[in-house]
């Protein structure tokens, strides 16, 4: 059974730094492309970070540029999320999604191009 688990997620103060971990299972991590998406309160979900299969590629929301990171480990079935200098306007739910074929090329934002979804993490950024 494929499953994903977010964790990692918190209260941190601005500025501050979190790294967010999905570990996947049920599937081999490196023939999937993953992402990491976010909802906050009252508003529509949205792509953060991607990395494709075999890692070749990421892609990165403009609101992030610079200050997320995605990275993965396939040896331990794990993705990860670096986030850095981060804003209250950060805070929201942090999900990570898991696609076996390309539309992420199409897409990668769309929620629709993703099958398979974890169930999510909090993440608050408040003083």
């Known amino acids: 059974q494929l499953q994903l688990v977010e964790s990692g997620g918190g209260l941190v103060q601005p500025g501050g730094s979190l790294r967010l971990s999905c570990v996947v299972s049920?599937?081999?991590?490196?023939?999937?492309?993953i992402a990491w998406f976010r909802q906050a309160p009252g508003k529509e979900r949205e792509g953060v970070a991607c990395?494709?299969?075999?890692?070749?590629?990421?892609f990165y929301a403009d609101l992030v540029q610079g200050r997320f990171d995605i990275s993965r480990d396939n040896a331990k079935n794990t993705v990860y999320l670096q986030m850095n200098s981060l804003k209250p306007e950060d805070t929201a739910v942090y999900y990570c999604?898991?696609?076996?074929?390309?539309?992420?090329?199409?897409?990668?934002?769309?929620?629709?191009?993703?099958?398979?979804w974890g169930q999510g993490t909090q993440v608050t950024v408040s003083s």
């Open positions: 990395t494709s299969r075999g890692a070749v590629a990421t």
């Open positions: 049920g599937f081999t991590l490196d023939d999937y492309a």
């Open positions: 999604a898991a696609d076996p074929t390309q539309r992420y090329i199409i897409g990668w934002r769309l929620e629709s191009n993703w099958q398979y």
